[in-house]
């Protein structure tokens, strides 16, 4: 559970379980709902990191939206984007080991997260990770509900394949660019687990 949760979760459930002292009901059962939704929103699993050599996982659960090539500073590459809805894990974690080189947040719309315009025109943060075998950039990014994009890294840390890195609060998307040397071994609408499901893997390591 992230801890940032309770303080989002006990007002509710305390307020709720009041309300049903002079038998207001129906209001303490919404909030109830809210404040027990709230927990199951913020939850945390831990999951398998695969061990292989090479291999780049899935920074967020959801399922793929999007595969497509997208240069990157003159770099050929791929960009792959994952939607999160209301129901899935919202914790994002490293795609690869590395350093942090960078983390810029922008400023920007709120338009729903499965589209595409939304990795171009939506409020997100872009990470950038220095690894030997290349550049990995991914991006936070809120949605039509989503108002806040965490990450829980800084410039220059170094994060290990599948570490927790931040979270977005609600429904949301999170794409990862990819150089062409990285082979995606995922397919558009297959359902991926963050820090768990290989995305792609490096064709230079055995």
């Not at 609408?189 to 820090?195: E, W």
């Amino acid at each position: 559970m992230v801890r940032e949760a309770y303080k989002f979760a006990v007002p509710p459930l305390v307020v709720g379980a009041l309300c049903l002292i002079p038998g207001w009901r129906w209001v303490g059962g919404i909030l109830i709902f809210l404040g027990l939704f709230v927990l199951y929103f913020f939850r945390d699993p831990d999951r398998a990191i695969p061990s292989e050599p090479g291999t780049v996982v899935s920074p967020a659960d959801g399922h793929v939206v999007e595969i497509v090539d997208e240069p990157l500073d003159s770099r050929a590459g791929r960009r792959v984007s994952i939607f999160l809805s209301i129901w899935d894990v919202h914790v994002q974690r490293a795609p690869v080991a590395g350093r942090i080189a960078s983390v810029i947040y922008q400023k920007g719309k709120f338009y729903g997260a499965y589209k595409s315009l939304a990795s171009r025109e939506n409020e997100q943060n872009v990470i950038r990770i220095d690894t030997p075998q290349g550049p990995i950039i991914f991006k936070q990014i809120a949605g039509a509900i989503a108002r806040r994009v965490l990450c829980w890294k800084q410039e220059g840390e170094a994060v290990a394949l599948g570490e927790r890195v931040g979270m977005i609060r609600f429904g949301s998307r999170v794409d990862i660019w990819l150089p062409q040397e990285a082979e995606v071994t995922v397919r558009r609408g297959q359902m991926v687990k963050g820090g768990e499901s290989v995305l792609a893997k490096w064709n230079s390591i055995a």
